[in-house]
């Protein structure tokens, strides 16, 4: 399981970074104020992350980051028995912390997880909001400030790895995506330090690249990409190959493909 917990808590004026664009901040700012779990639909690196990070400092709450994966189980979530000094001790996983502390609790691309672990989530979803652990016989009331918030990329689904509308309608859902252009500039530029004209030019690739998917490519570049090449273009870097490093190798295996990038960047970077 790859989990990582932030319990330090943290408010507005530490806050990651984050550029709304548009209700998402007060949208879930409603959904921690009523105890209702919140569902983050989008493309990969286009900001879900983040933007959960953002809100745990700003409302002040723990977060404890979960990214699910095919073996990821409910065990894992919810904790098991391990071998501690010769004894057998109960040790809790992240989403028991989580319950217990009133953290939030984000399981990324939930999807990818086995599933047991949606089963897991009904009681926490609904106004019950327990947790029963069956190995210990303990049922959990969530304390005051616990949250669900999961994501999942629209993209990728298929008939093997879906939401059970049981389950998406347990949740509020928010939809991402990539962002406009000028928005897309403002963060970038605040991320990577680069000069507003060159990240100009990174974003406008981005936005051609990203009207190749569905034809050369399964999903376009993120803008996690973007700001990496940016980062490395501002620390000396030659462009063309930043551009590579971060926007066309990860994008591709397929050598047509990558030629035909290295042509789109061309035409913008000359």
């Known amino acids: 399981m790859n989990a990582h917990a932030n319990?330090?808590?943290?408010?507005?004026?530490?806050?990651?970074?984050?550029?709304?664009?548009?209700?998402?901040?007060?949208?879930?700012?409603?959904?921690?104020?009523?105890?209702?779990?919140?569902?983050?639909?989008?493309?990969?690196?286009?900001?879900?992350?983040r933007f959960v990070a953002h809100m745990a400092a700003r409302l002040g709450r723990p977060l404890y980051t979960v990214a699910c994966h095919d073996d990821l189980s409910a065990a894992d979530l919810i904790g098991r028995y391990l071998l501690k000094g010769g004894e057998t001790v109960w040790t809790d996983g992240?989403?028991?912390?989580?319950?217990?502390?009133?953290?939030?609790?984000?399981?990324?691309?939930?999807?990818?997880?086995?599933?047991?672990?949606?089963?897991?989530?009904?009681?926490?979803?609904?106004?019950?909001?327990?947790?029963?652990?069956?190995?210990t016989g303990e049922e959990l009331e969530a304390a005051p400030g616990f949250m669900l918030v999961a994501s999942y990329n629209p993209g990728y689904q298929n008939i093997l790895k879906t939401l059970k509308p049981s389950t998406r309608q347990r949740f509020l859902a928010l939809e991402f995506d990539f962002p406009e252009p000028?928005?897309?500039?403002?963060?970038?530029?605040?991320?990577?330090?680069?000069?507003?004209?060159?990240?100009?030019?990174?974003?406008?690739?981005?936005?051609?690249?990203?009207?190749l998917k569905g034809q050369d490519l399964e999903e376009g570049v993120s803008t996690r990409l973007v700001v990496y090449?940016?980062?490395?273009?501002?620390?000396?870097?030659?462009?063309?190959?930043?551009?590579?490093?971060?926007?066309?190798?990860?994008?591709s295996d397929d050598a047509e493909t990558k030629r035909g990038l290295r042509d789109l960047s061309a035409a913008i970077f000359g």
């Open 7 to 49: 319990p330090k808590q943290r408010g507005a004026a530490d806050a990651p970074f984050y550029l709304p664009g548009a209700d998402e901040i007060e949208v879930f700012q409603a959904a921690a104020a009523n105890d209702l779990p919140v569902l983050l639909k989008g493309p990969t690196g286009c900001g879900k992350t």
């Open 94 to 135: 992240p989403l028991t912390r989580a319950v217990r502390e009133g953290a939030i609790c984000y399981l990324d691309e939930v999807v990818e997880a086995r599933k047991d672990v949606t089963v897991v989530l009904h009681p926490l979803t609904d106004d019950r909001r327990i947790l029963p652990i069956d190995r």
């Open 182 to 211: 000028a928005r897309e500039i403002e963060i970038v530029t605040r991320e990577s330090g680069l000069d507003r004209d060159r990240v100009t030019a990174l974003v406008r690739l981005a936005g051609k690249i990203r009207g």
């Open 229 to 251: 090449a940016a980062a490395l273009i501002q620390q000396g870097m030659g462009v063309d190959r930043a551009i590579e490093a971060a926007m066309i190798e990860p994008l």
